[in-house]
Structures are given as structure tokens and as C-alpha cells.
């Protein structure tokens, strides 16, 4: 079985753009597509679920819609066909067996579950599974519809984890004899390319990788990788010389001052050294109305 999209878009090429790819039974293969509506609107086209406003999809070179739907499963689509997170892992697996025309009571969504080696998440939540073990689970109930001959992956890397879970599961199914085709994102679709031990195959071509140096400098030849400029040698620079001590600086001593002579304390008089213009002390006071002494010092 092989599945071709050629040029298919929709919405005017805003919901989806144009897009071509393929992928056939006994292989897997993966489709680019961003944004938050894209891989729905592109899993709904390559499943057969919705007409392309331009292109057209095939099955074995035939437009054969109804037998598209029949053929292919859409699995875990948003809002199309991924379980609501807060259902009970059983309750979901006994919605799919009804699906599939098998018993689908609790003991038999158990039992099932215990076949395929969860029987201890059986009352955990679908939005608390490991991405892995989701993946697995749902393809599992997917291909127990009757006619199904491949299925179509949408986002698994939506729910996180490592790429290397679920594309080994889906590689897992190829091998088993399906038609598989898994919708991611551009991260997973690099980080797929590089583990090369997957050999992970484009259905629409190469993915450019990402780009993370900076683009080369205009000028240069293709295909030649510059040559970097011959660093130019450095001037021999002087040893630094330790730097000399400040003198200290002179200090000023305030300077003595002289006592004025104003400011000399007088000297005191010498006790035995007389006057000559005081009068002797021997001849006692003198007497104005005294008559003065002759000069044979008798009174006149």
C-alpha cells in the first residue's frame, strides 16, 4: 500500500500550506508541520478524513477517499482523536475495543492491559502516562479495527519526552507490516536526523538543519574557508618598576615667639645702690620753713 499526497493545502494555505509526501506499507516516515492546527489539519488529509481545498490525495494511484478511511488510522489527532486527559487508561481502552467489536466491560479493558504489560496503570489517567507507553497503547488499539493497514502519528512529541520512545515503537510497526506516517515538529524532526542509528526518513524531503553560528562574512569565497590573519607580534614591554616611597612630609614646628620688651618684667632695685635723687634717709625730711645752710653749715 502506498499513500501520496500531492500539493495538498487547505485554508488558503493558512491552516495548511501546500504539501507533498508519501509513505507505504513496511516503512515509517515522518512529516514536518508547525503550529498549533497544522499536524491536525495534515493527519486529517493523509488519513482521508478531510478534502484539501487543492491537490489531491491517492492510495495504490487511486483517489479512493472511503478507502483511505477504512485503511488508515488517525491516532491521538487534537481535538479529533486524542482521549481526554482525565480519563481513566481503562475506561479508554474499553472505548476502543467497543470500537473494535471486542468486549469492552472494565474486566476486559484490563485484561487487555495485562496482556500488553500495563495492567498497573489501569486506573492512572491517559494524560498522566509516560509518552512511550501512551504511544504504544494507542496504536496497539488502532490496529485492532478491522482493515487497518497503517496509521498516522500525530505530534507525539507534543507530550514531551525523548524522540527515541516512540519513533522505535512506531519503527516497531513498520516492521510488523504497517504504513506509518508521524507528524512532529520542527525540533523532533532535527533531533530525529541527528541520531543516525534511526535512519529517520523526511515523507517530503531533508530537513534543513538549524542554523546556530553566525553566517560568514560577505567577500569570502565560497567553499574556501578563511584563513585567519597572522596575529601581529607584541612590543616588548618594560618591567614595571616598583614605585618609589613619598617622602613624608617636613613637619612644621610653630615658631618660638620673642618676649617683647614691653612684656620683660622690670628688674627689682637694688636694695644698697641709692638714688642719687632721693634724699638721704639720715638727714630726715627736710623742713621748708627750715633756713638753708650757710657754706660753713650754719644757719642764716
Sequence with gaps: MKISLQGVSKGRGQALPAT?????TGAVRFALAE???????????????MRPDSGHVSIDDAVDPKALRRRIALVDAPDVS???????????????????GLGAT?????????QLGFAELASVPIGNIDPAARVRILCELAVLRAGVEGVVLV?????????????RIAGEFADRGYAMLVIIGGSAAVALERMHEF??????????????????????????????????????????????????????????????????????????????????????PLDPE??????NGSAR
Excluded: K, Y
Design 290 to 295: 627750715a633756713p638753708a645752710p650757710t657754706e
Design 199 to 284: 535512519e529517520a526518513i523526511d515523507a517530503s524531503g531533508p530537513v534543513e538543519p538549524l542554523v546556530l553560528d553566525a553566517p560568514a562574512a560577505s567577500g569570502s569565497e565560497a567553499g574556501s574557508p578563511e584563513e585567519p590573519a597572522p596575529a601581529e607580534p607584541e612590543p616588548d614591554r618594560e618591567p614595571d618598576r616598583e614605585p618609589e616611597p613619598e617622602p613624608e612630609p617636613a613637619r612644621e614646628e610653630p615658631a618660638r615667639e620673642e618676649p617683647a620688651a614691653a612684656d620683660a618684667e622690670p628688674e627689682e632695685p637694688d636694695p644698697d645702690e641709692a638714688d642719687p635723687d632721693d634724699p638721704d634717709p639720715d638727714d630726715g
Design 155 to 167: 505530534s507525539p512529541d507534543r507530550h514531551g519526552g525523548s524522540p527515541d520512545g516512540w519513533w
Design 106 to 114: 472494565p474486566l476486559h479493558a484490563r485484561r487487555w492491559l495485562t
Design 20 to 24: 507533498s509526501l508519501e509513505f507505504h
Design 82 to 100: 486524542d482521549p481526554h486527559p482525565d480519563i481513566a487508561l481503562a475506561g479508554v481502552v474499553g472505548e476502543e475495543l467497543m470500537f473494535a
Design 35 to 49: 503550529t498549533e492546527q497544522r499536524p491536525t489539519v495534515l493527519g486529517l488529509i493523509a488519513s482521508g478524513r
